[in-house]
């Protein structure tokens, strides 16, 4: 695949190999390569990865970093009885 350099970073090819090469390139991009395609030698549009999706978890760690959520999970498995699973309605809407 012939490709012209627009600066040290960045990759620039014309949209007929990007057609043809298209799974290659996004997998170049995805390892953050700057992928350009071009319309002749006029730049177009960008090929980047984009950022992972945040987990609710993540999220949670990011908010509240001194709780470890494995160990959370482990009390609840260890105090909670069979009474208090049999008095959870997960149809309830808590805030109404």
Do not use: Y
Not at 16 to 43: F, M, T, Y
Not at 45 to 62: F, H, N, Q, W
């Amino acid at each position: 695949m012939a490709s012209t350099p627009l600066d040290s970073d960045t990759t620039v090819v014309k949209v007929a190999e990007a057609k043809a090469h298209l799974s290659d390139l996004l997998a170049r991009a995805q390892s953050g390569e700057r992928i350009v395609i071009a319309r002749g030698n006029d730049p177009v549009v960008e090929l980047r990865a984009l950022a992972p999706k945040r987990s609710i978890m993540g999220l949670g760690k990011a908010l509240f970093p001194e709780l470890d959520a494995e160990d959370v999970c482990r009390q609840a498995e260890e105090t909670w009885t069979e009474a208090d699973l049999d008095d959870f309605d997960p149809a309830v809407d808590v805030e109404a």
